[in-house]
């Protein structure tokens, strides 16, 4: 059976799930009401376990919003408050019972038995087909008395059945049911799980109890009749349904589970993986926090120790989140504040209960959002293009003029037919201002990462606000009259294009903290980018001339030479003057920022960051200073 645990505590969801996992559950964890609101939406629960004080939306208002959609799947409260009051507000909620915490892990498990005891259609709590029985409260099979040994996903899905005799399940939906998002497989081991179970059962007696429904999946045959009265229980209707509990509810056949893509499942690997890799470096950081509060505690802190102590929490603010520890970087941030003031030995508990729980997250697992699995972008052919207009001597003169610039346009009279041409690769499209309402946007969204989406011109007979809102709402990147000459056409386009980068981006990044030159090592290259990265600030101007780059990334705080002044040395060369500068930096205060802009950079982005983020922030500053410089270009004096 399918548990969501909506819970923030990091340290009682994992007790929980380990205990109920033992129990045979398969748990879902939501960390805040609005993940645990669209994660009951998504899939088939038979049981919410829900605390009561969460972030974005807490348990009550959670658990309201479920009853309003007539949400019938029964809901455990979970709340540090055990006044008569809260607990009246929990059950007037729609709350089908109530704990307090803290209580032992087996009252939970007890108190859930319980509620998946409760009848909605009356019947017997023991699952029988024909001599078969299955226990829920036990988790035993036994075929004539003798005991069937399954594994824990087999017993699930002969659970799952029994359940619900008269429903078909498809290998995606015995997917939703028997494992949770975090580690959902391929439907081929949902095969091999039914074609052991079966072969388990035959063993036992049993012939084939499931029928395959070709094109759509499994169904519970017929329950055979029993053959003797002696057999351990009576067989109920299952032909009616006459089950313990009622049938699980259905999925919505538009929904998707939001953390089981390939590329998120390959960024949490990689995330493990880079972990593993810096997680001793992190942890000596940690270390000189701790001599720190250690010295304090007996009256002796140094200004050196000190200041080593709160650099280091500065490092972790800035790199722990993007290691799959945001609660990490939160503690970083605060003991960096903390080790900023004028501390006294009444700080030393306040300051080891930091560490404590910081300690605590570090040896956790990390986590990984969905948006951290950056995207590939494709390349895109530049000399193929696409026109949309319903004016067959337009498109004509369009595809003659684009021969002349050695330019393919190929030319279709209805957006409908775009759907398939977008998985090519088209540079452009040409699109008719009467298509904008009618065209999906997703069509030309979706699928496309960053960087790869096709340029859309839309081309209109009018020029006035409502028409160009219009267009940006249909997926347009520039505007032009539809009486526009087909030279003039091409050669605009052509002009624009300049500002989308066409040869792969050359950043290059320096930084003192190896962690965070690693973390970019990991993501900007899945973007099309060739990254230098660099430690040691005295060496970048050799570089400069060596790797001519695009683009520079400068951390703020660095040992001998600042981010800060390293910009000023680079905006004070002819040469780099106009090169792009974004900064990298924990530093959220006004007077840095300010500062950052004032030398002259172009862009900040604070740590910890996601790969999107910095990619989307990278390639739109290099958009723009090609446009700008094309457009300086257009505007100077031509000399004869």
């Not at 074609?195 to 059962?201: D, E, I, N, T």
């Not at 066409?502 to 990044?509: D, E, R, Y």
């Amino acid at each position: 059976m399918r548990i969501l645990l909506v819970e923030d505590d990091e340290l009682l969801s994992q007790l929980l799930t380990e205990h109920l996992t033992s129990q045979r559950y398969v748990v879902d964890i939501a960390t805040d009401g609005m993940m645990g609101l669209y994660y009951a939406q998504a899939a088939a629960y038979d049981l919410i376990v829900l605390d009561v004080n969460l972030p974005r939306l807490n348990g009550i208002q959670l658990c309201q919003k479920l009853r309003e959609q007539r949400y019938t799947v029964p809901i455990l409260l979970l709340t540090a408050k055990g006044s008569s009051s809260d607990k009246v507000m929990g059950l007037d909620a729609g709350a089908d019972d109530y704990v307090v915490k803290p209580c032992p892990v087996e009252e939970i498990s007890a108190r859930i038995r319980a509620l998946l005891r409760r009848p909605h259609i009356t019947g017997m709590p023991i699952l029988t087909w024909g001599t078969l029985a299955l226990d829920p409260v036990t988790c035993e099979v036994r075929c004539e008395r003798q005991l069937i040994a399954l594994s824990p996903k087999e017993y699930g899905l002969l659970e799952l059945f029994l359940r619900n005799p008269q429903r078909t399940f498809s290998s995606s939906l015995i997917l939703e049911h028997l494992w949770s998002f975090e580690d959902a497989p391929g439907e081929e081991t949902v095969r091999s799980h039914i074609k052991r179970l079966r072969s388990k059962l035959k063993t036992a007696g049993i012939d084939d109890f499931l029928d395959t429904v070709y094109g759509m999946g499994y169904r519970l045959k017929p329950a055979p009749p029993i053959p003797a009265p002696s057999a351990p229980t009576a067989a109920p209707d299952l032909s009616q349904g006459n089950l313990t509990h009622a049938p699980l509810p259905s999925i919505p056949q538009s929904a998707s589970p939001p953390d089981v893509a390939p590329a998120t499942i390959a960024a949490r690997a990689a995330a493990i993986s880079l972990w593993q890799e810096f997680q001793l470096p992190m942890l000596e950081r940690v270390a000189l926090i701790e001599q720190a509060i250690a010295a304090l505690a007996i009256n002796q802190l140094t200004e050196p120790v000190r200041q080593a102590a709160a650099h280091a929490a500065h490092k972790l603010a800035g790199s722990l989140a993007m290691f799959g520890f945001p609660r990490g970087s939160e503690l970083g941030q605060t003991l960096e504040q903390e080790l900023q003031l004028l501390l006294q030995v009444t700080d030393v508990p306040h300051l080891q209960a930091l560490v404590t729980e910081l300690n605590q997250v570090l040896h956790s697992s990390p986590q990984v959002s969905k948006a951290t699995a950056a995207p590939v972008p494709t390349a895109r052919d530049q000399t193929h293009w696409l026109v949309v207009v319903d004016d067959a001597q337009m498109t004509t003169q369009l595809e003659a003029a684009g021969q002349v610039y050695g330019i393919k346009v190929e030319g279709i009279s209805h957006p409908a037919a775009l759907a398939s041409l977008l998985t090519g690769t088209p540079a452009v499209i040409l699109l008719d201002s009467q298509f904008v309402s009618t065209l999906d946007t997703a069509i030309l969204q979706a699928d496309h990462p960053t960087g790869s989406k096709p340029y859309v011109v839309i081309l209109s007979q009018q020029d006035d606000f409502a028409m160009r809102l219009a267009g940006v709402r249909g997926g347009g990147n520039y505007m032009m009259p539809k009486s526009t000459p087909p030279e003039e056409i091409i050669q605009t386009i052509q002009t624009l294009l300049i500002a989308q980068p066409s040869q792969p981006i050359k950043v290059l990044a320096v930084d003192d903290d190896e962690a965070i030159l690693q973390r970019l090592q990991a993501c900007l290259p899945a973007w099309g980018m060739h990254l230098t990265t660099i430690s040691q600030p005295e060496v970048v101007w050799a570089t400069l001339k060596q790797m001519q780059p695009d683009l520079v990334i400068l951390d703020v705080e660095m040992p001998a030479v600042s981010g800060i002044e390293l910009c000023q040395v680079i905006r004070s060369d002819r040469t780099w003057h106009n090169l792009p500068v974004l900064f990298l930096t924990a530093c959220r205060e006004p007077n840095i920022v300010s500062q950052i802009y004032q030398v002259g950079a172009d862009d900040y982005v604070s740590k910890p960051f996601t790969d999107i983020e910095l990619a989307t922030r990278i390639m739109n500053r290099l958009a723009r200073n090609r446009f700008l410089q094309q457009a300086a270009l257009a505007t100077q004096p031509h000399h004869h």
